[in-house]
């Protein structure tokens, strides 16, 4: 494997990404809060972040244990999908504790850094690389938004997000900042929840994700937050799979294709720019 050149983040980039975050803190996902569309409110990315710190502890256990095991494989197939992945440098966003980053440096990637708004996350993150080792412990990770990525132009081969494009404070301003810092021929993978599209499957799916998860999620995590209350609300409001391969093609990516996991719960989308 060909040896990875640092990518240093930006003074301009690094500026704009510290005075994003709040000075204040926010309050949690109450009922109020999420009687109309979360996505909407001026106070969304203040209301994740503080979700996220409180639930960080928790927050492997609740995914292994509330997608029955198959988060793991879902993050695999995102890798083998985002394929050349040997050697090359990736940037992973809204990374948490790092599932994704390491399935990237599993998979052969060269330079992979982790980003997430969340202080909290990223220091679990760190301390699993460190228990794990290898090159595992070479991943870097970086306070940093979505929406000002603190890296130059062209930086890495591979962008991806799991799990973290729906809590973004604007969604299309991040995927215009995934093609900026994408190197020509350079892939953008998101993995995000959706809504199955068989009625049959859609109405088991709600009944666990808006009846039971969010009890049993919010026990296991202790959590006063009500970030599991946010989950499948933040699903129902977001996106859906058509509408978010618009984005992407609005800001440049062409060979858009997207594929379906565990009967639509969640959906891969793949963007390519042209080299």
């Known amino acids: 494997m060909a040896p990875q050149s640092e990518i240093q983040p930006t003074t301009e980039h690094d500026e704009k990404s510290s005075s994003s975050f709040p ?3 926010a309050a949690g996902w109450d009922a109020n809060a999420l009687k109309g569309n979360p996505h909407g ?13 409180a639930i960080a502890h928790a927050y492997d ?11 793991q494989s879902w993050r695999r197939r995102a890798v083998r999908l985002a394929d050349p992945v040997r050697g090359a440098s ?17 998979a052969g990637a060269g330079k992979v850094i982790g980003l997430d708004y969340t ?18 412990a070479e991943i870097q ?4 938004d979505a929406q000002s990525l603190p890296y130059p132009d062209e930086s890495f081969d591979i962008v991806s997000i799991a799990f973290g494009i729906r809590n973004v404070a604007d969604p299309l301003k991040a995927i215009r900042e995934f093609r900026r810092v994408l190197k020509p021929g350079g892939r953008l993978v998101i993995l995000e929840f959706s809504q199955p599209r068989n009625g049959f499957v859609r109405f088991f799916h709600n009944l666990y994700t808006n009846h039971i998860m969010p009890w049993t999620a919010t026990i296991l995590a202790r959590d ?25 093609i609005s800001v440049g990516f062409f060979k858009v294709s997207q594929q379906e996991l565990t009967m639509g719960t969640c959906v891969i989308s793949i963007g390519q720019i042209a080299k």
């Open 23 to 25: 000075d204040t803190k």
């Open 41 to 53: 409110r001026i106070d969304k990315a203040e209301r994740v972040r503080e979700m996220f710190t």
């Open 61 to 71: 256990i609740n995914n292994r244990v509330h997608s029955f095991w198959l988060d």
């Open 90 to 106: 990736v940037l992973d966003v809204a990374c948490g504790t790092g599932d994704l980053a390491q399935a990237f440096v599993l």
């Open 119 to 136: 202080p909290a996350m990223l220091d679990y993150a760190r301390s699993k690389a460190a228990r794990i080792g290898g090159r595992i």
């Open 141 to 144: 990770y970086v306070d940093g």
């Open 224 to 248: 006063g937050s009500g970030a599991y209350r946010y989950l499948p609300r933040s699903v129902e409001t977001f996106l859906d799979p058509n509408q978010l391969s618009d984005q992407l």
